[in-house]
């Protein structure tokens, strides 16, 4: 069986909620924009001991077993410190996934955050200078791969996988797009995702489906 394309464009945001709606955003049927509030964030207690659930997210209900495949193009304008965006899948505001571009030390790096009954783990990889890059997180069962790509032909190369814990079909996973600025500094910035995508696993029901994954390394200097 085929899998199926629940969301080919965003249209009119049917079937779409804001958690955390910002004072400044606008859709049409390729492209969401938005311009990030203050102070949003979404992070738990690990390494800063501080607790974010108020950056923006847009997303649509899936149920709690669903497999699927959701990719986006983001172009940013990003000019603060953690300035970032992306997709997001979340259960509840202590288990999510957030994968995408954030601005760190002046230049945009692709970035996951894992969040685990209340706990957050990030890792980093750097990109060149591009405008667009794209992102995929690919959900089968508890498992979450996730990719970035830069530029709009650019290949897809994996960045992580992922434990997201399963939980029943009756609970809801959400899944869209994120972003937030994080600093009380700024006056946040402009971001678009293009090309939302999420394409369902028609034979979730139980069916164990593996994502061929292309495995692309490369090492990273981190300093504190």
Known sequence: MQNIVLVSTLLSGTNFTWYNEPKTWSINQTTINVHTDRNTNFWCKTYFGIEYDNGHFYYQSLPGDQSFTATVNIRGKYNTQYDQGGLMLRTDEKNWVKCGVEYIDSQQVASVVVTVNGWSDWNVVSLNETEIVKIRAKRDKEAVVIGYAE??????????????????????MMV????????????????????LNITIDANTNGSVHRFPVKLKYKRLSITG
Do not use: V
């Open 151 to 172: 530029g709009e032909e650019g290949d897809f190369k994996m960045m992580r996988i992922a434990y997201l814990p399963l939980t029943d079909k009756s609970r809801a």
């Open 176 to 195: 869209g797009i994120t972003c937030g600025s994080s600093k009380n500094t700024t006056e946040g910035f402009d971001i678009s995702f293009e090309h």
